[in-house]
């Protein structure tokens, strides 16, 4: 049912290093959002987008940022990876009514050595 | 404070069988609430979404209930199968902004026995 991919599944990689998460939808969404979960704990906003050249830092502070130059494209960079930011990162978009439901890529899980 | 609690944490139970996982919540004013279900290593699937004029809806063998008044939901699952093991989350949303913030449960985590 949900077109949303991302890339990669996981990720395994050393401190310092710059990564980037892919995420694409092909919902034609404009609202799209990042979300960080650890295991057995619920899921936190960290980055969020209206649409195309909007993006805004959701509830949990990161060190990561995002961008939104098309609208079925919603990456997220690292610049210098820790170990701190070992997690699994989970993608999401909806349309714009208030009542949509959240569709959810497979989430990348991130392992920083 | 707004917050969204679930229990039980976890639950096993045998295949066939039924069961009721709860969420109370204290988020304020009050949009909708959603149930999902998140396999291991998964991004979770939407299961229901209700508003406040709604006290019940199903989805297959799930069933959710709302009760507005008291800030309850259930979900009830019925003849369970082993492919219903995973973390059901419970998700309400406000009206404070026109995003409608989410608030996240940690989760119920189901394992199905045969």
């Known amino acids: 049912e949900a077109d949303i991919y991302q890339t990669p599944r996981y990720l395994v990689i050393g401190t310092g290093k710059k990564i980037t998460l892919e995420c694409s939808q092909t919902?034609?969404?404009?609202?799209m959002y990042w979300y960080q979960q650890d295991p057995g704990m619920e899921l936190h906003l960290i980055h969020y987008?209206?649409?195309?050249?909007?993006?805004e830092k959701g509830d949990l502070s990161s060190e990561s940022t995002v961008s939104r130059i098309r609208t079925e494209h919603f990456p997220l960079t690292l610049e210098s990876a820790r170990p701190s930011h070992t997690s699994q990162y989970l993608c999401?978009?909806?349309?714009?009514?208030?009542?949509?439901?959240?569709?959810f890529g497979s989430g990348t899980q991130l392992s920083v050595l | 404070k707004n917050q969204v609690e679930q229990s039980p944490q976890s639950l096993i139970i045998l295949e066939g069988k039924n069961c009721t996982l709860q969420?109370?919540?204290?988020?304020?004013?009050?949009?909708?609430l959603r149930w999902y279900k998140q396999d291991t290593g998964r991004g979770p699937v939407s299961l229901t979404i209700m508003t406040f004029s709604e006290n019940t809806k199903s989805n297959g063998r799930y069933t959710a209930t709302l009760d507005a008044d008291t800030k309850q939901s259930s979900l009830h699952i019925t003849a369970s199968q082993l492919s219903d093991s995973a973390s059901y989350i419970c998700?309400?949303?406000?009206?404070?902004?026109?995003?409608?913030?989410?608030?996240f449960g940690r989760g119920t985590q189901l394992t199905v026995w045969p």
């Open positions: 987008s209206y649409g195309v050249n909007s993006t």
């Open positions: 999401a978009s909806s349309g714009d009514r208030p009542n949509e439901k959240l569709f």
């Open positions: 998700v309400v949303s406000d009206r404070g902004s026109t995003l409608g913030r989410l608030y």
């Open positions: 969420c109370n919540y204290t988020v304020s004013p009050f949009s909708n």
């Open positions: 919902m034609g969404h404009d609202k």
